[in-house]
């Protein structure tokens, strides 16, 4: 079966540069979440969006922005990035109304240095 | 606002024996969704299991079964039979909204499971 598909799987950044991290969901799901998950941490949810709407929003920072595409992909923008950025950064997908189907994609390790 | 707890940071468990791990909840809605997650050394987060919160049954998956108890607010995860491949990070993680629009999941601090041959 098709899963949540996340790009990169692993990229290097410095300090003040911008980072985009996308994340493809499992055909037919229409909502799409991010979580962030720092070392030795729990995953922190930062934002979702259902049919190309924002429709929650966590402990995202103002430094990043992120968007749902007309085919349901996501992307995550990142900018003016610190070291605490460093994690590991999930997609998950569900159908809207049964949230009970949420799929995590395998993640991208972003390291800042 | 929505907790969750797990309180063993560490398990160990001998193959081919069963083991519980402890999940506590803290809800004032009365329609949630509880999860958890296997998340092994290499980083992926995989489904295990979920329960509603007005399923009148425990949910069960081949070797995983939740014992929900709504009264005492506890969502523990058993996995019988344990193996080897099962030593990995375990998250227990709660939704708003059974199967409803607050799908955004929060999780428990996770307890790691060491399974011993």
């Known amino acids: 079966a098709a899963g949540v598909i996340q790009s990169p799987r692993h990229l290097i950044k410095e300090k003040r540069e911008t980072a985009t991290l996308k994340c493809y969901p499992i055909?037919?799901?229409?909502?799409v979440y991010w979580y962030q998950q720092g070392p030795g941490q729990d995953p922190q949810f930062l934002i979702s969006?259902?049919?190309?709407?924002?429709?929650d929003k966590g402990s995202i920072p103002d430094r990043f922005s992120a968007q749902q595409f007309s085919d349901y992909h996501s992307e995550l923008n990142m900018s003016s990035l610190e070291l605490g950025d460093s994690a590991l950064y999930f997609c998950?997908?569900?159908?809207?109304?049964?949230?009970?189907?949420?799929?995590f994609g395998p993640g991208t390790r972003l390291t800042v240095t | 606002a929505q907790k969750i707890t797990q309180t063993q940071p560490g398990m160990f468990v001998q193959e081919k024996e069963a083991v519980t791990l402890d999940c506590t909840y803290d809800?004032?809605?009365?329609?949630?969704?509880l999860f958890w997650y296997k998340q092994p050394s290499s980083g992926e987060m995989i489904f295990l299991i979920y329960?509603?919160?007005?399923?009148?049954q425990n949910a069960t998956e081949g070797r995983y079964s939740l014992n929900f108890q709504k009264a005492r607010k506890s969502a523990n995860l058993v996995i019988s039979a344990s193996q080897l491949g099962d030593s990995a990070m375990y998250f227990c993680?709660?939704?708003?909204?059974?199967?409803?629009?607050?799908?955004?999941?929060?999780f428990g601090k996770g307890t790691k499971l060491s399974v011993k041959p």
């Open positions: 998950a997908s569900s159908v809207q109304g049964a949230n009970y189907e949420q799929y």
């Open positions: 993680a709660m939704s708003g909204g059974d199967g409803g629009s607050q799908g955004n999941l929060i």
């Open positions: 969006f259902y049919e190309k709407m924002q429709s």
């Open positions: 329960q509603g919160s007005y399923d009148q």
């Open positions: 809800t004032s809605d009365p329609s949630y969704g």
């Open positions: 055909p037919r799901h229409d909502t």
